[in-house]
């Protein structure tokens, strides 16, 4: 019952998205039902244009965190040095401090960079993550010391050992990290509009945003474009939802 009142909203987006736009909300057969919508936003709009952003952007932020946060996880847990459970504590904190509060700061910066409107300023502040970087220091936690111990002993080194040992054995956490990085990049407005401003570098959200904008009165064509930017990530969650449970669930086991 639970799984049927969460999937209700997308079950009704998509039969919006197929009605004609005369008849928004009414229930109709299937036989009435249209991919005139789809057809609208793909004539009106440069849909391909915005999922290949979208695609690049997604793809670049989810290899580049994948590599800085887990390698950020693993000198967390492994490494013992001066002022590592402040620095634990301060990536927790971090955790507190909402987008809003420091937009204008990322976006003076960003802009003194010279990297407003270009795909860049949508990468770089997506790639260190302190939730996705706790979520490996518990993961890489749960493993026995006594794997680093062993290795070193066959004279492995610290990169080696986090090659060869830790990373085959944190998958579900990668991947789960791989999951939440790509999806909260593919969803994420509030950068991308602010960053920038050519329709050519538009991602989805921005570039669907703009198309509702000038298509108030057509519910259901905005309700298309919902659905072309939701598929994806459903699918990326049915392929992948596996990885997720375990590995949430296994880092809090040790502290």
Not at 16 to 27: A, K
Not at 92 to 116: E, F, K, M, N, T
């Amino acid at each position: 019952m639970i799984a049927l009142v969460m999937v209700a909203p997308l079950v009704f987006g998509l039969y919006v998205s197929l009605l004609p736009p005369e008849r928004y909300l009414d229930l109709v057969g299937p036989g009435d039902l249209t991919l005139a919508n789809y057809a609208y936003v793909v004539q009106h709009a440069s849909i391909g244009t915005w999922y290949r952003n979208t695609l690049v952007v997604t793809a670049l932020v989810v290899g580049g965190a994948v590599l800085v946060n887990t390698l950020a996880g693993y000198a967390l847990a492994r490494f013992r040095f001066a002022g590592r459970r402040w620095l634990l504590l301060g990536v927790i904190a971090i955790l507190l401090v909402p987008l809003q509060a420091y937009l204008i700061p990322l976006y003076l910066q960003i802009a003194s960079y010279g990297w407003l409107n270009s795909l860049i300023a949508l990468v770089v502040p997506f790639l260190v993550n302190p939730l996705l970087i706790f979520l490996m220091r518990q993961t890489f936690s749960t493993l026995p010391a006594e794997l680093d111990e062993a290795a070193a002993l066959d004279g492995a080194g610290r990169f080696r050992t986090f090659l060869q040992i830790g990373v085959p054995l944190a998958m579900t956490g990668i991947a789960t990290q791989a999951i939440l990085a790509g999806t909260w990049t593919w969803n994420s407005f509030l950068i991308p509009v602010t960053m920038v401003n050519d329709p050519d570098k538009f991602v989805l959200t921005v570039g669907l945003n703009s198309l509702q904008a000038q298509n108030y009165t057509l519910p259901t064509v905005q309700m298309a474009g919902v659905v072309l930017l939701t598929i994806p990530v459903v699918l990326m969650f049915v392929v992948f939802q596996r990885f997720i449970v375990p590995s949430l669930a296994s880092s809090g086991i040790k502290g």
